[in-house]
Nanobody, 122 residues
């Protein structure tokens, strides 16, 4: 059974940084595309960043230049480095993976992990 676990969230002041981690069991993240998503209260879940198995990356316009997605294939982990955080980045952050990069970009998954809360204070 595939399971993803997100960690690394917390409370940070505007302008600060956090690094989120995505760990997976049951699959090798190295051969999957992986996406980071977020959902703020009252809003739909949205794609923040995605990385293909070959290392191609895709970012939401709102985070370009501030967030970086990366992978460590040895540790079977994917990270989201978030710099220059803004109050509008406050949300629950999720990761998910699929062999199809398109599926990751669209975010059409049947199940999600618990997510990790990121709160940015002004």
């Amino acid at each position: 059974q595939v399971q993803v676990v997100e960690s690394g969230g917390g409370l940070v002041q505007a302008g600060g940084s956090l690094r989120l981690s995505c760990a997976a069991s049951g699959i090798s993240l190295s051969i999957n595309a992986v996406g980071w998503y977020r959902q703020a209260p009252g809003k739909q879940r949205e794609l923040v960043a995605a990385i293909s198995s070959g290392g191609y990356t895709n970012y939401a316009d709102s985070v370009k230049g501030r967030f970086t997605i990366s992978r460590d294939n040895v540790k079977n982990m994917v990270y989201l480095q978030m710099n220059s955080l803004k109050p509008e980045d406050t949300a629950v952050y999720y990761c998910n993976a699929d062999l199809s990069f398109r599926t990751v970009v669209v975010g059409s998954f049947g199940s999600w992990g618990q997510g990790t809360q990121v709160t940015v204070s002004s």
